[in-house]
T-cell receptor, first 112, second 112 residues
Framework: QKEVEQNSGPLSVPEGAIASLNCTYS??????FFWYRQYSGKSPELIMF????GDKEDGRFTAQLNKASQYVSLLIRDSQPSDSATYLC????????????FGKGTTLSVSS | SAVISQKPSRDICQRGTSLTIQCQVD?????MFWYRQQPGQSLTLIAT?????????ESGFVIDKFPISRPNLTFSTLTVSNMSPEDSSIYLC?????????FGPGTRLTVT
């Protein structure tokens, strides 16, 4: 069974620190990898995606992908209380343009 | 990005009844998806709805329970039939635009 695994947390970090969120996936054929943020009672919001091995940076967010280890991570620099949310890792198991499969999410709490 | 609206935003329904959820997108999209998010859980894909063809259902979901329509490239409906309390969930419409997947605001369904 194709799976996307995340530590449910909660992950607690102080304001200004780096938050590191991790995700592993089971299908070596996975093509693309996405990170979503979901505030309580809201729908998921796309933060960023990554296709190639290595790092991809967007503002305070960096996604890291290691296909050999089947591992993708999200780093949030200078964490703010407004970053407190559930972060969902999603993987495209088939081909680009088909529906994503989601992990259970990691709850991040940033304390001021 | 895509602007997605859903109706209703929430509803309370009685056991045994049916509810039809509407999803409207501001762009023409080939693929639309329906997800379910049960309380405290991640997103589970129900089905993929392509215009002009029958919806494709994921394991554990059947057409008789969750019939889907896709009459054009901007609109879809999901019906939750013969509801039971286990169907209480948030139902989310989603689309892919330029290889990025976006979500509607969700329909919060409570079955009593």
């Amino acid at each position: 069974q194709k799976e996307v695994e995340q530590n449910s947390g909660p992950l607690s970090v102080p304001e200004g620190a780096i938050a590191s969120l991790n995700c592993t996936y089971s299908d070596r054929g996975s093509q693309s990898f996405f990170w979503y943020r979901q505030y309580s009672g809201k729908s998921p919001e796309l933060i960023m995606f990554i296709y190639s091995n290595g790092d991809k940076e967007d503002g305070r967010f960096t996604a890291q992908l290691n296909k050999a280890s089947q591992y993708v991570s999200l780093l949030i620099r200078d964490s703010q209380p407004s970053d407190s949310a559930t972060y969902l890792c999603a993987v495209n198991l088939r081909q680009a343009g088909t529906a994503l499969i989601f992990g259970k999410g990691t709850t991040l709490s940033v304390s001021s | 990005s895509a602007v997605i609206s859903q109706k209703p935003s929430r509803d309370i329904c009685q056991r045994g009844t049916s509810l039809t959820i509407q999803c409207q997108v501001d762009s023409q999209v080939t693929m639309m998806f329906w997800y379910r998010q049960q309380p405290g859980q991640s997103l589970t894909l129900i089905a993929t709805a392509n215009q002009g063809s029958e919806a494709t259902y994921e394991s554990g979901f059947v057409i008789d329970k969750f019939p889907i329509s896709r009459p054009n490239l901007t609109f879809s409906t999901l019906t939750v039939s013969n509801m039971s309390p286990e169907d209480s969930s948030i139902y989310l419409c989603s689309v892919i635009l330029s290889y990025e997947q976006y979500f509607g605001p969700g329909t919060r369904l409570t079955v009593t």
